[in-house]
């Protein structure tokens, strides 16, 4: 009996972890004629969270934070990668126009297939213009929002700060150095190994090794560069979305790792401006929190969440 009662306690034991590994699923939606995939958990009757994912990774950022809150709160979560991004359909930049613009609606059309009406915001980097132009189109459909290294104000942009700065400059007029050197970087990544091994924001090798590999595909380079020349275009759009979010008046959460040297902390404290129910948590992280700290943001986003649940239907 001592035996029998080991056994079944052993085989639970081994169970549990396997059950949260398959707390999230995989597959292709198809959009727009396009195969695009994404990453879901939970029970889609539960509040919905839509992650957005930044430059240059995927939803693979969000996987860890994903599964946790899938399989200890009731939530439903999902989130996409971008055309060119991660596993998604990268068609090429004459026939697909890499717009921020196109890219919202793209996601939009994506949430309209998997019958995604109402729902939450988590929304890194890119992901926030993307996410700021889906609350344009449906503020009605945005629950709560959050964001994590991710700007609307130019406070927490120190690269862009200077008009008369080389990124400013490129945005007005197209600078194809800046584009050569882009795509002589991302030519020049390399297998992730021992030897000169750099991985300053904690993203991790898996990160890292589909982020080159999705990257380095035929002609994605190119769609890269039309996104960051677009980019100029969601500068101009901060007082607007501003804006919208002191007009939205729902839940934000802002988390922000401190490290990031590229999108910086004087950012978060600015959403407190537009928002000032917000409430922000500094990270001792990095740009790729979710990777570095995924505990610590599960922790928080679903702490948040749990506060604001009656909001969120």
């Not at 995927?58 to 009731?74: N, P």
């Not at 793209?106 to 915001?121: E, G, M, P």
């Not at 804006?243 to 990031?260: A, C, E, F, N, Q």
Request: net charge negative; charged share 20%; glycine share 6%.
């Amino acid at each position: 009996m001592r035996l029998l009662a080991l056994l079944s306690f052993l085989m639970l034991c081994t169970l549990a972890p396997l059950s949260h590994a398959k707390s999230l699923h995989e597959g292709w939606q198809s959009v727009d004629g396009m195969q695009i995939f994404y990453r879901e958990g939970g029970n889609p009757a539960d509040p919905t969270v839509v992650f957005l994912h930044g430059n240059p990774l995927s939803s693979l950022m969000y996987a860890e934070v994903m599964e946790t809150l899938a399989s200890t709160r009731h939530l439903h979560v999902i989130a996409m990668d971008y055309p060119s991004f991660g596993y998604s359909d990268a068609p090429d930049h004459v026939r697909y126009a890499y717009t921020f613009d196109h890219l919202a609606q793209t996601v939009d059309d994506f949430l309209k297939a998997r019958n995604i009406a109402r729902y939450s915001l988590y929304m890194q980097d890119y992901g926030v213009p993307v996410g700021f132009r889906l609350m344009t189109l449906h503020p009605e459909a945005i629950a709560s929002v959050m964001v994590q290294n991710g700007v609307i104000h130019l406070d927490g942009f120190p690269a862009a700060q200077d008009p008369q700065g080389e990124l400013r400059r490129h945005w007005e007029h197209r600078n194809a150095a800046l584009d050569s050197r882009r795509a002589a970087y991302v030519q020049s990544l390399a297998y992730p190994k021992s030897a000169g091994w750099d991985d300053e924001d904690h993203a991790g090798p898996d990160a890292l090794m589909q982020m080159m590999a999705a990257e380095q595909r035929p002609g994605v380079i190119d769609a890269r560069n039309d996104l960051w020349f677009d980019y100029g275009n969601n500068v101009k759009r901060y007082p607007a979305w501003q804006s919208l979010l002191s007009r939205l008046k729902v839940p934000v959460l802002v988390l922000w790792g401190k490290k990031d040297t590229f999108f910086t902390t004087p950012g978060a404290v600015a959403y407190k401006r537009d928002a000032p129910q917000a409430e922000i948590h500094i990270l001792d992280s990095t740009h790729f929190a979710t990777l570095d700290a995924p505990d610590t943001v599960a922790s928080l986003v679903g702490g948040f969440l749990a506060k604001h649940r009656d909001a969120l239907r």
